[in-house]
């Protein structure tokens, strides 16, 4: 980890407090809301839906205090590891607005193209030289490298993306301006959803048999 992890995780913190407040989600009412235990866990958030507060009385520190993001996660085949951080491992979160997430990116890792439908991401990164960047909706490409103490901020529902370009492991902390962003993969959208295979040709100019290549990559049902 970063020796200067305390200071990053300071003006990370600094960062939100900024975001939050054109926060997507509905404005909390209290100073707080831990969920109750009583009512289950959090299984599924939506930008909508929040499980009945627990007695004030009854909210410990540990509740406001994470840390799950001090080791690196499990990586996936693109060299990617994500440690996504909402109120399904962190009630402290819940009602105020946002979310975290910790990305490791091994040399040549990518994080593929995708898109938060709920909220604006800002990515912080913690170490490395990673390609960055995102595409508006007239199909402009705004990308660059940005290096260790840079961010770069992703506009709500637009297709962005990652690449570990140093020689290095990558690190970025990633903020989001909802306790509920959403992701949707493209790749995944595209070909792991169902979608009519006449019309993923028709599209892509793709043969039947790359189509359905393309569908045991991304289906995990297909792939079994």
């Known amino acids: 980890m970063n020796p200067n992890f305390l200071t990053i995780w300071f003006l990370i913190c600094l960062s939100l407090q900024c975001v939050t407040t054109l926060a997507s989600d509905p404005d909390p009412v209290q100073d707080y809301c831990i969920p109750n235990p009583k009512f289950g866990s959090i299984k599924t958030i939506s930008h909508l839906l929040t499980l009945p507060c627990k007695n004030s009385s009854e909210a410990t520190t540990d509740d406001f205090i ?6 690196i996660g499990n990586f996936s085949d693109t060299g990617l590891a994500l440690i996504p951080v909402n109120p399904t491992v962190f009630p402290g979160l819940n009602t105020l607005g946002m ?24 990515a912080y990164v913690v170490q ?37 370009v140093g020689k290095k492991p990558a690190t970025i902390f990633g903020s989001f301006n909802s306790q509920s962003p959403g992701l949707q993969k493209i790749p995944s959208a595209v070909f792991g959803s169902g979608i009519k295979e006449e019309l993923l040709e028709k ?7 790359q189509i359905g290549k393309m569908r045991r990559r991304f289906d995990p049902e297909r792939s079994n």
Do not use: C, W
Not at 66 to 71: A, Q, R
Not at 99 to 122: M, Q
Not at 203 to 209: C, D, I, N, V, Y
């Open 203 to 209: 599209a892509f100019g793709l043969s039947p048999k």
């Open 128 to 164: 490395g030289s990673v390609y960055s960047g995102f595409v508006d909706s007239t199909n402009r490409v705004f990308a660059r490298i940005i290096e260790q103490g840079e961010a770069m901020v992703y506009p709500r529902g637009l297709v962005h993306f990652q690449m570990n």
């Open 66 to 71: 994470f840390s799950g993001m001090k080791l």
């Open 99 to 122: 979310s975290f997430v910790r990305a490791d990116l091994k040399v040549g890792g990518i994080n593929p193209p995708h898109f938060h439908p709920r909220a604006t991401e800002i």
